[in-house]
């Protein structure tokens, strides 16, 4: 796929840092209020061959105002609805497309804008041990998880597994990664793994810290 399938003929795609990870196939609705990404999105829908823009994470900093750090791998956002509300605000649907990888900032001006190509995942083969490893976590959380709506009311959480998505390796570790509670770093790991072994791993580490947490609040040392 080339980068013009994603941005202009010169890479360049209107970007939208966010305090939070945009993982492929994701929906996401965003309230739109600050000038500068009014009139990012205005430029976007103008055409159809617009409706696109890149989110990435901050890493340091805030969304509103500028002088944030931000994260150099991220997703493309296609625009599936924008709709006025109140107080001069957009809402506006998206829906995750293909990673990207920054590889320039380019100035603020109107907007955040960077020029990017789109990041594809390099060959590999998961290992059946790394399966098992993640299969082994997804056990735990979903014990951990069942005591919580048991013991303490608390709404009980959707745990898909390996067999219950479907596609390709490493599609099907971004499906359970949009699916499972894992934090915006762990998300951002997932993201940036260069190939689907790597992306598995990424997630079983993820959610080795979810079934940490998941254990303190339960008192449940081990």
């Known amino acids: 796929m080339s980068d013009e399938s994603v941005a202009g003929g010169d890479?360049?795609?209107?970007?939208?840092?966010?305090?939070?990870?945009?993982?492929?196939?994701?929906?996401i609705p965003l309230q739109v209020f600050e000038p500068r990404y009014l009139d990012m999105i205005e430029h976007c829908v103008a055409s159809?061959?617009?409706?696109?823009?890149?989110?990435?994470?901050?890493?340091?900093?805030?969304?509103?105002?500028?002088g944030d750090e931000r994260t150099g791998v991220g997703t493309v956002a296609r625009i599936t609805s924008c709709r006025p509300v109140s107080g001069g605000r957009l809402h506006v649907?998206?829906?995750?497309?293909?990673?990207?990888?920054?590889?320039?900032?380019l100035?603020?001006?109107?907007?955040?804008?960077?020029?990017?190509?789109?990041w594809p995942d390099e060959p590999a083969e998961v290992e059946p041990a790394?399966?098992?490893?993640?299969?082994?976590?997804?056990?735990?959380?979903?014990?951990?998880?069942?005591?919580?709506?048991?013991?303490?009311?608390?709404?009980?959480l959707h745990i898909p597994d390996w067999d219950d998505v479907a596609g390709e390796p490493g599609d099907?570790?971004?499906?359970?990664?949009?699916?499972l509670p894992l934090g915006p770093l762990d998300r951002l790991r997932v993201l940036s793994a260069p190939d689907a072994a790597h992306r598995v791993r990424a997630l079983t580490e993820g959610l080795a810290?979810?079934?940490?947490s998941l254990r303190f609040r339960l008192g449940r040392p081990d």
């Open 107 to 118: 100035p603020d001006d109107p907007y955040p804008r960077a020029r990017v190509r789109v």
């Open 172 to 179: 099907r570790a971004f499906a359970l990664a949009r699916e």
């Open 48 to 66: 159809p061959d617009r409706l696109r823009f890149g989110v990435v994470l901050i890493a340091r900093g805030h969304e509103v105002g500028g």
């Open 209 to 212: 810290d979810a079934v940490a």
């Open 130 to 156: 790394d399966l098992d490893a993640l299969t082994d976590q997804i056990t735990a959380l979903t014990d951990l998880a069942e005591g919580l709506t048991r013991d303490r009311g608390v709404a009980r």
């Open 93 to 105: 649907g998206c829906v995750g497309e293909h990673r990207i990888a920054v590889d320039e900032w």
């Open 11 to 27: 890479g360049v795609l209107p970007m939208f840092p966010l305090g939070a990870v945009l993982l492929p196939g994701e929906e």
